[in-house]
């Protein structure tokens, strides 16, 4: 199967700019995932979708982060505007439901390195 | 709200020794799922191993073990063997049973020496 993609690979912006990254999950995945990884920590849940549903976004800034779920598939998270402290690299995954016999693994894409000058 | 410890930053395990990786929780739940990712240079997150709480039997899957302690909320990795590719950051995971929100520790970086 294909894996989840993202787009694009690196981005770099001055602060006070906007960016938007893009993700498709896994045909099929109904859960979708946007995680903030800071160099040397673990990485953050920003926002959590079910379809094209939100589950949880406590920790999205919501000032200037924003999220969607087209038609339950495809996502976009924007930036606007842009700190510093928003260098990052940010994971999208995505989940199915789970199964009978075991637990849905996340399945990450390769991120996007986001360097704010 | 969940919370995910690894305390050991950085390890190192020659090549075809065993090291161990520590990680505890913390949660009032009594069902839930427990995960060990590993992200290499390429920055992917891979899924090593998994464990549903409920079951008392460790997980392992060829090299990699893990031992959980329920009541004492640890859930460690043992990896057997080492091999140069298991050289990553390596983090441990917590996941809700219901709406399947996972909370990921600070990682521990893992250094395999020939």
Request: aromatic share 12%; with cysteine.
């Amino acid at each position: 199967e294909a894996g989840v993609a993202q787009s694009p690979r690196y981005k770099i912006i001055e602060k006070r700019q906007s960016v938007a990254f893009w993700c498709n999950p896994i045909s099929g995945h109904a859960t979708l995932y946007w995680y903030q990884q800071i160099l040397g920590q673990g990485p953050k849940l920003l926002i959590q979708f079910q379809n094209n549903g939100v589950v949880d976004d406590s920790q999205l800034p919501k000032d200037r982060f924003s999220a969607e779920r087209l038609k339950g598939v495809d996502s976009t998270l924007k930036i606007q505007p842009a700190k510093l402290e928003d260098s990052a690299v940010y994971l999208c995954a995505s989940s199915p439901m789970d199964g009978i016999a075991y637990p849905s693994p996340l399945h990450f894409g390769n991120g996007t390195r986001l360097t704010v000058t | 709200a969940q919370t995910v410890t690894q305390s050991q930053p950085e390890m190192s395990v020659q090549e075809a020794e065993t090291v161990t990786l520590s990680c505890t929780y913390d949660t009032s739940e009594s069902d839930y799922y427990l995960f060990w990712y590993k992200q290499p240079p390429s920055r992917q997150m891979i899924l090593v191993i998994r464990q549903e709480a409920y079951k008392q039997q460790n997980a392992t899957e060829n090299r990699f073990s893990v031992n959980f302690q329920k009541a004492a909320k640890s859930f460690s990795l043992k990896i057997s063997d080492s091999q140069l590719g298991d050289a990553a950051m390596y983090f441990c995971a917590y996941r809700t049973r219901g709406y399947q929100k996972v909370t990921f520790g600070t990682g521990t970086k893992l250094q395999v020496i020939p």
